[in-house]
């Protein structure tokens, strides 16, 4: 364009009002900001007239009372075991989206996505039928000879852990899988070039430089594993207990609403954590979209 | 960039054999599809129970999915939820989206972060609370409470992908229209919008698709006309396990596939990973 142009166009801020803006976020603020603080400050008013406690009971309940202490803490090991499984599993799958897929880049991205858009019910029924004391897995193993009798599989730690693994770890890939690709390949080559095998230009270039991918990916699967609780109601079996499972217990049977309330305040503090490292991790990335 | 792999022949692979990656990455995708290849199969057995590998062919659990009323009537709750959680979505999403990108706001950055910034809340707490927060201002358990509560989720996908496709398209075009003197609605309708409807289009379907197969946020609503698909497949499940809940599931799908198939038709999935 032409200086002239150039001026003449400079008057021109955006297609939409920036006013449209806040509209939107007055939305966001009127039925997503305010209800989360009104969950936050006035947990009180959920009281029933039956028993009625200051909020501060239930929070002391959660940290001192060694049955609720535990589940905050399975919840937050849980999510971290599953996290640190779909990266070991995951990556492989992302350097081969972006190395070796070539021209079906597309229809693996496909194959990722796909799962994500089925309902979870459907997914966990699937483990179940492949768990279940006469389903495929045991069948499999006792023809095998590995096993003399049925494995109970389902309701358990085990199957609970497999079904969120399979949920999340295509969040995982995607997320390692577009830091890889923003590697500037002349990097490896130089590596190789200058005689490094294969292994250690993967150990000492490819793989320090995904490690944002895997920092976003981390966070990402934590804060979805933290917050699930289909899977561990339908495959758990209720040996394992975590915050999202006990909310849902609490609001459908003990109908304890002060207490679903600070436990879902305990989850929203981790949440708020994980949400400030993401941003610092965006930070020194640089300013990203 | 010359190639150099080319001038000296060095195999420039990184990581493991090619072979060795195809074998593990195929064995992932079994684990991966898996499970939603048997849920599909056992879909059509003959049996009255869960058996795999099914017996024999029949269409007996779809016609039992659209006889047993709780489903059907969550079905037709899950679609015009949808429908409308995608409406509002984009009404509120697009606008704020195209502004943000491109408006010169101050804050820019600090803004998108907060327009998508329920996609960092676990779902069970913004449904929680959310569920006390409508009561207290009159909505209660109803349909408007749904979509409320489902366009808060959806919103950051709309957000997303109109400014993705957006930002990767020259605000020459924009810029030419107003120094030619059209005014912003002008300009909206003719250049902006032919342009971004690829990213509205496929914004609106991954609404449609996050909200159709919510249940942490769709059961604290649940009553007998608000109930959706999902939960009534997690109630059912509580209490009886045979292929009905496998047909629904099927059903789910293959209304996701179809959408999905249509967005990678007009604007490929690359651009609209949940991690891009």
New interface residues.
């Given amino acids: ?1 032409t200086d002239k ?1 150039r001026r ?2 400079a ?8 006013w ?2 806040g ?3 007055l ?2 603020v009127v ?2 900001v ?3 603080i ?2 936050l400050l006035n947990t009180d ?2 009281a029933t007239l039956a028993k009625q406690r200051p909020a501060i009971f239930y929070y002391e309940k959660l940290f001192t009372d060694p049955y609720y202490l535990r589940i905050v803490a399975d919840t937050i090991i849980l999510s971290v075991g599953v996290t640190v499984i779909c990266i070991i ?1 995951g990556y ?2 992302a ?2 989206l972006v ?2 897929s070539g021209k079906w ?2 229809f ?16 966990t ?6 768990f279940a004391r006469r ?2 897995l045991n069948d499999f193993l006792l023809w095998l000879d590995a096993i003399e009798k049925p494995i109970m599989f389902l309701n358990g730690p085990t199957s609970a852990v497999i079904g969120l693994v ?1 949920v999340l ?3 995982m890939v ?2 390692i ?2 830091v890889l690709r923003s590697i500037d ?2 990097l ?2 130089s590596a ?2 200058l005689g490094a095998s ?2 250690k ?2 150990l000492k ?2 793989f320090p430089l995904s490690l944002d ?1 895997i920092g ?2 981390f966070i ?1 699967v934590f ?1 979805l594993a ?5 899977t561990l109601l ?1 495959l758990g079996g209720g040996d394992l207990k975590t915050l ?1 499972l006990l ?2 217990q609490q ?1 459908t049977i003990s109908r304890d ?1 002060q207490f ?2 600070a436990m ?1 305040n305990v ?2 503090a981790i ?1 708020v954590g ?2 400030y490292l ?2 610092r991790l965006i930070k020194r990335k640089g ?1 990203k ?1 | ?1 010359i190639s ?2 080319n001038r ?1 022949g ?7 054999p ?1 072979f060795w ?2 074998f ?2 195929v064995l ?2 079994i ?9 599909v199969s ?1 879909s059509f057995t003959e049996t009255e129970f ?1 058996a ?1 590998p099914p017996k024999g062919f029949s269409w007996k659990w779809y016609e039992r999915f659209f006889e047993y009323e709780p489903f059907v009537d969550s079905f037709i709750v899950s679609v015009e939820l949808a429908i409308a959680t995608a409406l509002l979505g984009a009404g ?2 697009v ?2 989206a ?3 990108t ?4 101050p804050y820019a ?1 600090t ?5 998508l ?2 996609l ?7 449904g ?3 569920l ?3 009561s ?1 201002i009159g909505f209660g358990v109803s349909f408007i409470s749904l979509l ?2 489902h ?2 989720i959806s ?1 950051p996908y709309v957000v997303r992908t109109v ?2 496709v957006y ?1 990767g398209i020259s605000p ?1 075009y ?3 229209a ?2 030619l003197g059209a005014n ?1 609605i002008q ?2 309708w003719h ?2 919008l032919p342009m971004i409807k690829p990213g509205i289009f496929a914004g609106m379907l991954f609404a449609m ?1 996050i909200s159709i ?1 919510n ?2 946020i769709s ?2 609503f649940g009553s007998a006309d608000t109930n959706t698909l ?1 939960v009534v ?2 109630s059912y ?1 509580e209490h009886q ?1 045979d292929p009905s ?2 047909a629904a ?2 059903i ?2 293959i209304v ?2 179809i ?2 198939f249509i967005v ?1 038709r007009i604007y ?3 651009a609209m ?4």
């Fill in positions: 364009m142009v003449a166009s008057g021109f801020s955006g297609v939409v009002s920036p449209w803006i509209v939107t976020a939305f966001l039925f997503f305010l209800p989360i009104n969950n008013q959920l599993i492989p799958v350097l081969f190395r070796h880049s597309g693996i991205i496909f194959l990722l996505i796909a799962p994500l858009l089925t309902s979870i019910i459907m997914r029924f699937g483990w179940r039928v492949l389903g495929l399979h770890v295509p969040f995607l997320s899988a577009s390949l002349q490896e080559e190789r070039i294969r292994f230009t993967f270039v490819t991918g976003t990916g990402i804060l933290n917050g699930s609780f289909v339908l999202p909310i849902y609001f609403f679903a309330a879902s989850l929203l949440a994980c949400l993401q941003l300013v979209g | 960039m150099v792999s000296f060095y195999n420039m692979r990184v990581g493991f090619k990656m195809l593990y990455v992932f995708f684990f991966l599809l898996g499970p939603i290849f048997i849920v056992i869960v795999f509120l999403g606008p704020a195209l502004a943000v491109r408006g010169k706001v950055n803004i998108m972060t907060f327009l910034s329920p960092s809340m676990p779902l069970i707490v913004v929680f609370a959310l006390f927060y409508l207290a409320i509560a366009t808060v919103l400014a993705g930002r020459d924009e810029e030419s107003a120094v912003r300009i909206f250049v902006t698709l197969d249940l942490p059961f604290f999902p497949m997690l499940l396990f809940v496998a599931s099927s789910q799908l996701a596939v959408g999905l990678e490929g999935l690359d990973t949940p991690a891009s």
